[in-house]
């Protein structure tokens, strides 16, 4: 399904770019939304590779996947498309009859990369949070807004931002972005 | 803009939360042995507090946990939140 028109669109148009921030839209995931009890957490991690976060907003990445605590019992796990079904089977089979929801999102976003030494002010252009690097460090994650769309963003760097967003928004998102680093010469 | 204590995420602006009506307000057992008003009651009625007031709220944009605010209607003041289920706190 990753060849959706809406993913061409939006993965096609080359980086923005701007004086010290450029935002590039991201490569499909494998994306899968965890809820449930700490038994079946356990289950998760055994099946995911990951430990899944207990402290609140905050990511673990290893290798090339991810889980990011949106919730004291939700997780988004990100993991590369190949993996889709061997996370969800591996996963399913671990938690045996515990109960638990895993719902693969992965068509349902779109990931962005905003880096350079002024990816923070740009964001700060629709985002309330302080995102100075002692209030929002590097490996932070926390659903948001950005403007009008609600996105998950995560500080990957002191300088790198991975945004996830709902299809849909993906447009207003990136247009946004767009106009805000104007400012910074495009 | 005001920044709400969620209990889970701690101190984060007012934009990524909802509002969800008076706190503690417990579905009657048995509905069917209500009276009309009784069950008019439960449904519309709420206090109007002036003062310290029980509040439900949701960090929509975050978390996306309900949770309990103890919130003063005369000056906005935010004097504590707390998890759903938890007991009203005395106020501070």
Request: net charge negative; hydrophobic share 40%; aromatic share 14%.
């Given at each position: 399904m990753s060849d959706l028109?809406?993913?061409?669109e939006l993965t096609e148009a080359e980086t923005i770019g701007a004086d010290g921030v450029s935002l590039e839209a991201l490569p499909p995931f494998a994306r899968f939304i965890?809820?449930?009890?700490?038994?079946a957490a356990q289950a998760v991690t055994e099946a995911f590779g990951i430990s899944l976060p207990r402290e609140a907003c905050r990511a673990r990445v290893a290798a090339d996947r991810a889980a990011l605590w949106?919730?004291?019992?939700?997780?988004?796990?990100?993991?590369?498309q190949s993996d889709e079904a061997a996370i969800a089977d591996e996963a399913t089979s671990r938690?045996?009859?515990?109960?638990?929801s895993l719902v693969d999102v992965s068509h349902r976003q779109v990931a962005f990369r905003l880096s350079g030494p002024r990816a923070a002010t740009v964001l700060s252009g629709g985002n309330p949070l302080d995102l100075d690097l002692s209030a929002f460090p590097v490996g932070m994650c926390t659903r948001t807004v950005l403007a009008k769309a609600e996105i998950v963003l995560w500080r990957t760097g002191p300088d790198s931002f991975h945004i996830?967003?709902?299809?849909?928004?993906a447009p207003?998102?990136?247009?946004?972005?767009?106009e805000h680093m104007r400012e910074f010469g495009n | 803009m005001l920044l709400i204590p969620c209990p889970f995420c701690g101190p984060r602006p007012e934009l990524e939360f909802r509002y969800g009506g008076q706190a503690h307000i417990a579905r009657p057992e048995n509905p069917a042995a209500l009276s009309d008003g009784e069950w008019a009651?439960?449904?519309?009625?709420?206090?109007?507090?002036?003062?310290?007031h029980a509040e439900r709220w949701r960090h929509i944009h975050g978390c996306a946990r309900f949770f309990n605010m103890l919130r003063d209607t005369t000056t906005?003041?935010?004097?504590?939140?707390?998890?759903?289920?938890?007991?009203?706190?005395?106020?501070?």
């Open positions: 028109v809406e993913t061409a965890f809820r449930g009890p700490e038994g949106l919730g004291p019992d939700e997780w988004l796990l990100l993991a590369p938690a045996g009859a515990l109960p638990f996830e967003v709902w299809r849909s928004f207003y998102v990136r247009d946004f972005l767009r | 009651e439960f449904l519309y009625l709420r206090d109007n507090v002036r003062g310290v906005d003041r935010i004097l504590t939140t707390y998890k759903t289920g938890e007991p009203r706190p005395e106020a501070v």
